[in-house]
């Protein structure tokens, strides 16, 4: 059972990630460093380069510390989780750029950082394709085989949010706003791809077992921990999760200039990807509405466009058929 107080979050917004902070500031305060590991990650792909990968960056051995977490991939947990998005990725896809991304947007501070990135804003379908692939690689059942990406993506990633805050720390950040890529704002994002999908899910017509249910946020929880999550924000249960993020959502959710700058340019994106077939554009800002709830909408400053009762309707009946 999570229980955190307003004091501890307080905490948790001024952590970082020191493993991987510690390898970031040692390799990118040299120039020539920094080429070198710019070059070894780009022949990194899978996980069996891993080893070579050692060989030129001894430095990041830290990361063999999370071997034993990585063994934990094989649990049951996982493989009811692959086998959970498996059935249901095409929704859950959706989800992800309908859903997540805007939730995320809606924490003010975090908006502040994403928007920092510009790449948020400025590159939105390169990203979403980005977060797709990271999210497809972590649901692939043999993502952690010598063939799978599995661990490789895990590090990557890990090394963005430490080389966002060594970044970001260098310009005109606000520390009053707590670390960027904090360990608050982390896991917030973490629940975005474990809870929200299961909430996504339910609103959209699926009946959601409670099983697959625990079995997908646990998963998440694993896969936040060898993102360098502290495990007092890694929630254990649908019951710990709900109440970690009603807790992050009450503390963080508030408008921004951010925020609606980066829901606007999702909806933009959107927007230019949509052959409006089955779902006219005016209508997407209203089903990303009736997914998110008025309230985080409002906070977004979507706009109140239609998503009619007949087509929740209609689409509860089409997922009823998958």
């Not at 990585?70 to 750029?97: D, H, P, T, W």
Request: charged letters at 25%.
């Amino acid at each position: 059972m999570l229980n955190l107080s307003d004091y501890q979050l307080n905490l948790y917004r001024e952590m970082g990630d020191q493993p991987a902070d510690t390898f970031v500031d040692f390799y990118f305060n040299n120039p020539n460093l920094k080429l070198k590991l710019d070059s070894e990650l780009g022949k990194l792909k899978v996980n069996k380069d891993w080893e070579m990968f050692l060989k030129a960056i001894p430095e990041a051995n830290w990361f063999d510390l999370e071997e034993d977490k990585m063994s934990l991939a094989l649990l049951v947990c996982r493989v009811e989780a692959c086998a959970f998005y498996k059935n249901k990725e095409q929704y859950i896809l959706q989800l992800l750029g309908l859903l997540s991304l805007p939730y995320c947007y809606a924490a003010a501070d975090g908006a502040k950082v994403l928007y920092q990135t510009e790449r948020m804003y400025k590159d939105v379908a390169k990203r979403l394709e980005e977060t797709a692939v990271f999210i497809k690689e972590m649901m692939n059942p043999l993502a952690f085989t010598p063939d799978g990406a599995g661990k490789v993506s895990l590090f990557k990633v890990r090394l963005m949010h430490a080389a966002a805050r060594f970044y970001i720390k260098k310009g005109n950040w606000d520390m009053r706003l707590g670390l960027p890529v904090n360990q608050e704002d982390m896991a917030g994002t973490n629940l975005s791809f474990s809870l929200l999908i299961i909430r996504g899910l339910r609103k959209m017509g699926f009946a959601i077992k409670f099983e697959e249910q625990e079995n997908y946020i646990n998963y998440w929880s694993w896969i936040g921990s060898v993102l360098g999550l502290s495990e007092a924000l890694l929630p254990q249960s649908g019951k710990d999760a709900h109440d970690l993020e009603l807790m992050i959502s009450e503390r963080q959710f508030r408008p921004s200039e951010e925020g609606v700058v980066l829901t606007e340019s999702l909806l933009k994106c959107f927007y230019s990807l949509n052959d409006e077939k089955q779902i006219k554009n005016k209508e997407i800002s209203g089903f990303m509405r009736f997914l998110l709830g008025d309230k985080v909408a409002d906070i977004l400053n979507l706009p109140k466009n239609e998503f009619s009762f007949s087509k929740q309707f209609l689409l509860k009946i089409k997922v009823a058929t998958v």
